[in-house]
């Protein structure tokens, strides 16, 4: 029965839409930021990994502290300057997990095995928010095992 469920639930359904961080919690850069804004948002969130959005709520990709370190390895030393003259854009990493409202708990399951997060869009591709693997555990912690049956 439980397994029926989370097999169809979708992220529409009232109960499961709350696991869903919303856009304005979520914290993101725009692909124009410089390099250092970006590390900025990442030390100061203490997160590994963000999404970068543009002007209107869009999806271009995802930002992490890897990325932007590798970016400003020189041969020899660290390249500081780097953090000034290169862009978000230049940097990140466009591939990211997404899925639609629409898709169910049992696909956003699967993907977090290998993405710390998976990016939800509506269905015209505007930015609703992030769903964490650790939401999902969470979720799926208290339904198998915390609730009366
Ligand atoms: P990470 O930044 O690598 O964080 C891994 C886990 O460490 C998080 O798992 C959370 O359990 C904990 N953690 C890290 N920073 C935290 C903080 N500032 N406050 C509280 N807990 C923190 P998840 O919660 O499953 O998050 C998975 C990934 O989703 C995070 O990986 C991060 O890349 C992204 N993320 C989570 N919340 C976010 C937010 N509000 N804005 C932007 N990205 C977020």
Do not use: W
Not at 32 to 57: F, M, W
């Amino acid at each position: 029965m439980i397994r029926e469920t989370l097999k169809s639930s979708t992220f529409s359904d009232e109960k499961i839409k709350n696991l869903i961080i919303p856009t304005e919690k979520v914290a993101h850069v725009q692909q124009n930021n410089s390099l250092e804004h970006a590390l900025l948002v990442l030390v100061k969130s203490g997160y590994t990994a963000i999404p970068v959005l543009d002007k209107e709520s869009k999806l271009n990709g995802v930002i992490s502290k890897a990325l932007i370190l590798d970016s400003i390895l020189g041969l020899e030393r660290i390249e500081l300057d780097r953090l000034h003259s290169f862009k978000v854009a230049d940097v990140m990493n466009s591939k990211l997990a997404t899925m639609k409202m629409t898709e169910t708990f049992a696909k956003a399951l699967a993907l977090s095995i290998n993405n710390p997060f998976i990016c939800m869009i509506d269905a015209d591709g505007a930015f609703k928010g992030i769903l964490t693997r650790s939401s999902l555990l969470v979720y799926l912690n208290q339904e198998l095992f915390q609730k009366k049956k």
